[in-house]
């Protein structure tokens, strides 16, 4: 039999020859000559097919087709045992490495695995901290509520201020200063506050990626692992023909890590961002709120100020119509005297003109212009001049009087202003800065 080198998958197809009618086969016969056969039936005929010589030929061309055979056979089972045992050796060796590539593949999946875990954990931390950092922003803005409405209030109260109080004083700048600093801190906040959000989303949709790869490499580590522990005696072991080639959209090695890698750096990075992002806020939370408190002090000590400048100036003003009505008392009394001494002088007036009508009728040379005559007439003269000057000493009096009483209506007024001033600074807009919140609730703490 001849070696052939071709492994048939299947079996060939029978050859098959097309019938057709075979020539007919031409016996030459041999006669015989030489010896002769008994009966004269038989004569010029051979008693047999074959001679002796081809018998031995076709003999011996059998030994010699047994021993190729068998020596072809006895080869080939040689060779047979070489392959079978060559190819046991070929798979144990490669299933053996290929137990080893799956279990460092499984070391790898493994140590990328830990690393998204604990970035995937370490983002969700950061995040939570994060959402508490906005939280207390939140909350310092609905604090900073509470100061700009006592400072807009005040505002508002201190416009009902009296002419001449309604002045633009220290403390209104302040409170202006205060309300200003309000709202600058206000859109600041606000700012924060929505870069906090974006920040939050990042760190969520990271952590997202992560979690993604993190739950793909636990799949294909429960995958390779389940791989890893197959063998030949396993019995969920079956053929599948069309598994061993390579998918389009296969990854690499190197396009595999890098991923991983990527999704880890952006996560970092996102996390590092967050981490900065919460030392911000926290810087701002501190200096707004020490800022906030230290204009609320500015803003109460310009206001005991204020109210000390009110009070001086009520009690000044205290002082000064004490004085006033006092000295009103006495102008009054002043002309009271006056109005006397005026009509005092009325009697002696008459006095003098009487007698100087009564000496007028005296008779003939006897209306002489004697001493009696010129003291009378200068008599009535020194009681008119001193009536004039009494009158108008009198005028001078009653206009101080109206200046007096004008005074101490102003006087009056002035402190009624200042009082209400007084009021308005110390009862309504102090007692209403006693809402202020405290550091704690501008930090965001309460």
Not at 207 to 228: F, G, H
């Amino acid at each position: 039999m001849a070696q052939t080198d071709v492994l048939l998958t299947k079996q060939p197809a029978p050859q098959m020859v097309p019938a057709c009618e075979l020539p007919h086969k031409l016996y030459d016969v041999a006669r015989n000559t030489a010896y002769t056969s008994s009966g004269l039936a038989t004569a010029g005929f051979r008693s047999a097919r074959y001679l002796v010589d081809e018998w031995f030929q076709n003999c011996y061309a059998r030994y010699h087709q047994a021993f190729a055979d068998r020596d072809q056979s006895e080869r080939q089972r040689h060779e047979s045992q070489q392959l079978v045992a060559a190819t046991e050796a070929l798979a144990q060796r490669t299933q053996e490495d290929s137990t080893r590539k799956v279990g460092a593949r499984l070391q790898d999946m493994h140590c990328w695995k830990s690393e998204l875990q604990h970035e995937v954990s370490e983002l969700g931390t950061e995040t939570d901290l994060l959402l508490a950092q906005k939280q207390r922003l939140e909350r310092t803005l609905d604090a900073t509520a509470v100061p700009f409405s006592i400072a807009t209030d005040n505002l508002q109260c201190r416009e009902r201020r009296q002419h001449p109080d309604l002045v633009r004083d220290h403390v209104e700048l302040e409170l202006l200063k205060e309300a200003e600093l309000i709202r600058n801190i206000q859109e600041l906040l606000k700012r924060t506050i929505m870069q906090a959000v974006n920040q939050i989303r990042l760190n969520r949709e990271h952590k997202e990626t992560c979690e993604v790869d993190w739950s793909d490499k636990v799949e294909a580590y429960n995958v390779d692992q389940t791989c890893a522990l197959y063998h030949n005696q396993s019995t969920e072991v079956q053929f599948y023909p069309h598994t061993a080639k390579f998918e389009e959209s296969a990854s690499t090695p190197e396009t595999w890590a890098r991923f991983t890698q990527e999704n880890l750096y952006r996560a970092e990075r996102e996390r590092l961002a967050s981490v900065n992002l919460r030392v911000l806020i926290d810087c701002i939370l501190r200096d707004t709120a020490e800022d906030l408190r230290l204009q609320c002090d500015a803003v109460n000590l310009a206001f005991g100020r204020r109210c000390e400048e009110l009070e001086d100036a009520c009690h000044k003003l205290k002082n000064h119509l004490h004085k006033t009505l006092r000295e009103i008392t006495d102008q009054e009394h002043n002309i009271a005297a006056l109005k006397q001494a005026i009509k005092d002088k009325e009697a002696p007036l008459k006095v003098a003109q009487t007698r100087l009508y009564q000496r007028s009728h005296r008779p003939n040379v006897e209306l002489c212009r004697d001493a009696a005559q010129f003291r009378l007439v200068s008599e009535v003269e020194e009681l008119n001049m001193s009536l004039v000057a009494l009158k108008e000493k009198l005028l001078e009096a009653e206009q101080s009087l109206r200046n007096l009483e004008d005074t101490r209506m102003n006087l009056e007024k002035d402190l009624a202003v200042k009082t209400n001033s007084l009021v308005i600074d110390r009862q309504k807009c102090m007692t209403h800065r006693a809402r202020y919140p405290t550091i704690l609730q501008l930090a965001g703490y309460q």
